[in-house]
């Protein structure tokens, strides 16, 4: 579970100050799989940049299952992250230097996971999302759409409580979308509890619910026909 | 904070950084790292070696390894053949020369001065009165003969001048410095004077070393120094004692200083007899090493901070999504601080691979032409070793710093791309 209770953010520039989140009260069960979505400059992927712990609202709570996360420090933060969060980026950011398998272990071996099992655990993880066979690839090996997929494999190889994917289609074609969007639903069917930026309403209307955000407010939550 | 799990992580990104790095990345950095071991290794060996180079010509082609010479207060060591047999006896001495010496003039062109007004062609002079196979083998300063040849025990009336002695090798118009003009050479008759005794005498040869003091001499056959200045009682000015390898001088010293040589003579190590102003600078040259090494340092400082910042700033997105993913910042601290001490490793092993495996073996062969010594590359392992360790510690410092500056930016910035 993860909720948020009258969050804002607003940020400074040039002495203008300008409030992308006017108070967002929001919950997500476990196990929802929930797209957030509005035009642009709606404050979406700031949302989401507060809710993963990656940005620190002004002010208003942020709690995940039974943590008060906003009152942690930035190295209790980047722990939780490590541990509890999994995290897929519109341009999937991998780490260039790093084969998809090594992109994948490096976080397990963060939290102590022992090589081999963390190895193991990695492997499993890029098989699951059809990557068995591009393990020892440099991400400029890949094609953007496997990119995404190992991006995935890393975010959800050491099992997350939530799993964050900011426009994780944005940069894709059609076919390599519609393969994300698969795997999404597959993950969530596992009980696996996604909150997902998106501006595709095909994408969005996958998910659960929408949260449709503008100009810093939710300003509708839709569950959608299964 | 700098735990064994963030050294494991930061060695694991570390490795592969530099594993996948361009090639051309990783030799030009090692290359600017060799280069500043260079800079700190052999400039100041060169400037120490200049100094160096000198002294131990003085030693080889001079002195050698222990000097007996007369008291202060006497005219030539007393007693000489009794030291001699010292030596001989001494299972540690390996050779010896003893050497006559004396002050006079000699006097070129005498024949062809018109009046008596006329200056005469005429320097004073530093005799030396030698065994010439003895002095040879034990200063071989046959090599350095220019032109004619070096005497030989039969050798009468014959010498070699030293070539600070010549005009042609030494054109210095000085009052207080006078030189023979004109053409000197083998051949040429010269007038040499000690005391009241004058004698006419060929020039055999023309010695040019980068030693002054055998610059400065005329050297003859010993017979004839002594018949010059009627020193019938065979005791020497000066004894110059080469060692066995291995044995050190200062033991030789106190051993015959223990039989009593120093009631008659002076005996001293070539340090012993090494003038303060050599010890003086070779001091100073190795401050002035240390500045340039110094600067060399501040210049590894600046290259190693530019090349790791560059590399940091350019990859502050990943840096940001490492930090994002929950990768703890300070192994990412240390995967930098691996890369530096990897380029400083690399460079430095490098470099000693240079400078022991070529330039100091091919400087020793082939001494560095300077005006007044033949220069070597002084460079001791120890002082290596501690140039070595200086320059990883800085550029690990140096690499620390940048990557610091950047694994302290906001992570969400940084994934971003914003300022």
């Known amino acids: ?226 | 904070m700098f735990s064994w799990l963030n050294y494991r992580i930061g060695f694991f990104l570390a490795v592969r950084q530099i594993k996948r790095a361009s090639i051309w990345t990783n030799v030009l950095i090692t290359f600017v790292m060799v280069l500043t071991f260079l800079n700190l290794v052999v400039v100041s060996g060169i400037l120490v070696g200049l100094i160096q180079g000198a002294v131990d010509a003085v030693r080889e082609h001079y002195i050698s390894d222990v000097i007996i010479t007369n008291l202060n207060n006497k005219e030539y060591i007393e007693n000489s053949p009794a030291v001699i047999n010292l030596l001989k006896k001494d299972p540690r001495v390996s050779l010896y020369t003893a050497r006559y010496s004396d002050r006079g003039t000699v006097e070129a062109d005498y024949k062809t001065r018109i009046k008596e007004t006329d200056k005469a062609n005429i320097t004073s002079a530093s005799f030396a009165g030698i065994d010439p196979i003895a002095e040879e083998k034990v200063t071989h300063l046959s090599k350095f003969i220019v032109e004619g040849k070096w005497l030989s025990p039969g050798d009468y009336d014959q010498v070699v001048l030293g070539s600070y002695l010549l005009k042609k090798y030494l054109p210095i118009e000085s009052p207080g410095f006078v030189t023979l003009s004109g053409d000197i050479r083998p051949g040429t008759k010269v007038r040499i004077a000690i005391g009241n005794v004058t004698r006419e005498v060929t020039v055999k040869g023309i010695v040019s070393s980068k030693i002054d003091e055998v610059n400065m001499r005329i050297f003859m056959v010993d017979s004839q120094l002594r018949s010059l200045i009627g020193r019938n009682d065979f005791n020497v000015d000066e004894i110059s004692i080469e060692l066995k390898p291995g044995f050190d001088p200062a033991t030789i010293r106190d051993s015959l200083l223990l039989n009593g040589v120093g009631s008659v003579a002076k005996v001293q190590t070539f340090d012993d007899a090494s003038p303060k102003f050599i010890k003086d600078m070779i001091t100073t040259f190795a401050i002035l090493g240390n500045i340039f090494s110094s600067l060399g340092l501040v210049v590894a400082a600046i290259t190693i901070f530019i090349v790791i910042f560059i590399n940091a700033i350019t990859r502050r997105k990943f840096i940001g999504i490492l930090k994002g993913i929950g990768i703890s910042g300070e192994a990412i601290e240390i995967s930098y601080i691996f890369q530096s001490f990897f380029y400083a490793i690399m460079g430095s092993v490098l470099g000693l691979l240079i400078v022991y495996g070529i330039l100091q073996p091919y400087i020793a062969a082939n001494p560095i032409n300077f005006p007044f010594s033949d220069g070597i590359l002084v460079a001791p392992v120890s002082s290596s070793f501690f140039r070595l360790s200086l320059l990883v510690l800085v550029t690990i410092i140096s690499g620390y710093i940048p990557a610091r500056m950047i694994v302290k930016k906001n992570t969400l910035d940084s994934i971003l791309g914003r300022n």
Do not use: C, W
């Open chain 1, 1 to 226: 579970m993860i909720e948020t209770k009258n969050l804002k953010r607003s940020f400074f520039s040039g002495g203008v100050e300008t409030h992308v989140l006017r108070g967002i009260d929001l919950r997500v069960e476990t196990g929802e799989f929930i797209a957030i979505m509005g035009r642009s400059g709606a404050g979406k992927s700031t949302l989401m940049y507060q809710m993963s712990l990656l940005d620190e609202p002004n002010s208003g709570e942020i709690h995940i299952d039974e943590h008060d996360v906003h009152t942690m420090s930035p190295e209790e933060k980047t722990k939780f992250r490590l541990e509890k969060l999994g995290y897929v980026f519109q341009d999937y950011a991998l780490i260039p230097d790093l084969t998809a398998l090594e992109n994948v272990v490096l976080p397990l071996l963060m939290q102590e996971v022992p090589k081999a099992k963390a190895y193991e655990m990695a492997f499993e993880s890029l098989s699951k999302v059809g990557l068995g066979n591009h393990l020892h690839q440099l991400p400029s090996q890949l094609s953007g759409g496997e990119q995404q997929r190992a991006s995935i494999a890393r975010a959800i190889a050491h099992q997350p409580n939530i799993l964050f994917a900011d426009e994780p289609t944005a940069n894709l074609d059609n076919e390599s979308s519609r393969a994300i969007m698969k795997i999404f639903l597959q993950l969530h069917e596992a009980g696996q509890t996604i909150i997902m930026v998106t501006h595709e309403e095909p994408y969005g209307a996958m998910a659960e619910k929408i949260v449709r955000l503008d100009d810093g407010k939710i300003i509708g939550i839709e569950k959608n026909k299964k």
